[in-house]
């Protein structure tokens, strides 16, 4: 028979309207997509999120067999499936309002049915391409104006390949001319300027090699550690008080916003071109724990290095269209969060005066700038962002392996998930918790996950869905390093 009206199974027993139990009589793997008939609507889509076989082989006969022969054992492999719905005249996906019929048979189903209810179409002008469903010659397209609309995250295990599948996402903004900053704590990023080198896996997806050297720029507050990136450095004199506190790491406003000012003015009146040396200076001559406070961090802040007479251009770093790689790698992880906190609060500041593109802001490794336990500099200002940022077309994307360890209003903000292989119990109920339409089987699956797969919820579609991750266009740059040589 044709694979494509292939019979699998039946419905048995009691027939609800989300979901059903069916005894199967072919081999089907969970994930699968399967249809039955309605008799009011035609074909439905379903998918299999459970399996069990059930047999008469108890305890007690196993125990009884001992070292005999073989004994025949009588099994039933049994499913569950839940009920995605159809298509009506309106386009809109429903489901069935009448429980299937008990006895009703179940069929594998057929491409055009997964593509017309799934909704997988081709969207030039919107859709990045993000690789094929599950064992189907479908093309997964996320709806480009929802991932900066409303946030992003991608969340994985460490190894399990979150990188490589941003690297994608991030070559199809390119390619749509969408405007990117992105958080690089390791300088893995950098390869996107490259083509990889092509092999027979870039054909089944259909991907060609593609390098984006004019579209990416990159910044590193250490550019002598990191030398293809040009110097990253902020003007103090183009730097509120209160935000300099931010450097500074004081979050007690009350107690220094008003002593910092008095210094600021007193050095300003006698050297217009003050530095934070200057500042430094007139800290030291004062008295109180108030002053040694002040004196202290803005030593601290002169050793960083990041605040200069001029600073690096807004209009430099962020240019339309292309992507700007802010290379933390060697950096000081307080340093990074300065970084971090300084430049997301400017993105949101002059985007909410349309100063600059709309824009979309990758946050990687986010767990250590906006945690969930303890205070991060840059975690007040994510937060505003993951709230309030796509009012003002700033979208966020936030990487992390440790789902559980990043704050939660942040990840919740976030109504497209890209989740690879996750095993850790407090990060798979993180994920959980924040997801809506995840189902107990679609968690166990996550668990289990093979390298390259990922499920998808939200980005246009109403349902989740596994995804086999397409090939890089560019060169991978975060690959682990050989310790010994194979």
Avoid: W
């Amino acid at each position: 028979m044709n694979r494509a009206v292939e019979e699998v199974g039946r419905i048995f027993g009691d027939v609800g309207l989300g979901q059903f139990q069916l005894n199967l009589a072919r081999p089907v793997e969970r994930g699968d997509y399967l249809a039955v008939e309605d008799e009011a609507h035609g074909r439905v889509l379903c998918q299999l999120d459970d399996l069990k076989r059930k047999s008469d082989f108890d305890l007690e006969r196993a125990g009884a067999t001992g070292g005999a022969a073989e004994t025949p054992i009588h099994e039933n492999l049994l499913g569950i499936a839940r009920i995605i719905g159809y298509r009506d005249g309106q386009g809109l996906v429903k489901l069935p309002t009448i429980p299937f019929r008990p006895g009703a048979h179940v069929f594998r189903a057929e491409e055009p049915l997964i593509a017309e209810v799934l909704g997988l179409k081709h969207h030039a002008n919107s859709g990045a391409y993000v690789g094929l469903l599950r064992n189907h010659a479908l093309r997964v397209e996320l709806d480009i104006n929802q991932l900066v609309q409303r946030h992003v995250s991608v969340l994985a295990k460490t190894g399990g390949g979150k990188s490589y599948l941003l690297g994608v996402l991030i070559e199809e903004l390119l390619r749509h001319r969408v405007t990117c900053v992105i958080i690089d704590p390791h300088g893995e990023y950098g390869s996107l300027r490259f083509a990889a080198e092509k092999n027979g896996v870039h054909a089944r997806f259909g991907v060609e090699s593609q390098g984006f050297g004019r579209q990416v720029q990159e910044y590193s507050p250490d550019a002598t550690l990191n030398p293809s990136a040009k110097p990253l450095t902020f003007s103090l004199r183009h730097i509120d008080p209160r935000d300099l506190l931010v450097f500074m790491g004081l979050t007690n406003v009350k107690t220094f916003l008003a002593p910092l000012k008095q210094l600021i003015e007193r050095v300003a009146t006698s050297n217009a071109d003050y530095s934070v040396h200057d500042l430094v200076r007139a800290a030291e001559a004062g008295e109180g724990i108030v002053a040694e406070t002040l004196h202290e961090r803005l030593e601290y802040v002169e050793q960083t290095k990041l605040l200069g007479p001029v600073g690096t251009s807004l209009n430099d770093l962020v240019k339309r269209g292309e992507a700007t790689l802010i290379n933390l790698r060697g950096v000081a992880p307080d340093v990074q969060e300065l970084v971090v906190a300084r430049i997301a609060l400017t993105l949101f500041e002059n985007r909410k005066k349309d100063k600059i593109p709309p824009l979309f802001l990758v946050i990687e490794e986010a767990h250590n700038f906006a945690p969930q336990q303890g205070t991060a500099t840059c975690s007040r200002v994510l937060k505003n962002i993951a709230s309030e940022g796509r009012k003002f077309g700033l979208g966020l994307c936030v990487v992390t392996q440790r789902a559980a360890r990043i704050d939660k209003s942040v990840l919740s903000q976030c109504n497209t998930q890209l989740i690879l292989q996750v095993t850790n119990p407090l990060d798979l109920k993180a994920i959980a918790q924040s997801i809506e339409g995840l189902t107990a089987g679609m968690t166990e699956m996550i668990q289990s996950l093979p390298v390259g797969v990922a499920l998808i919820t939200g980005g246009g579609y109403h349902t989740p869905l596994f995804c086999e991750v397409r090939p890089r266009a560019t060169r991978h740059g975060g690959e682990s390093v050989q310790i010994v040589a194979a």
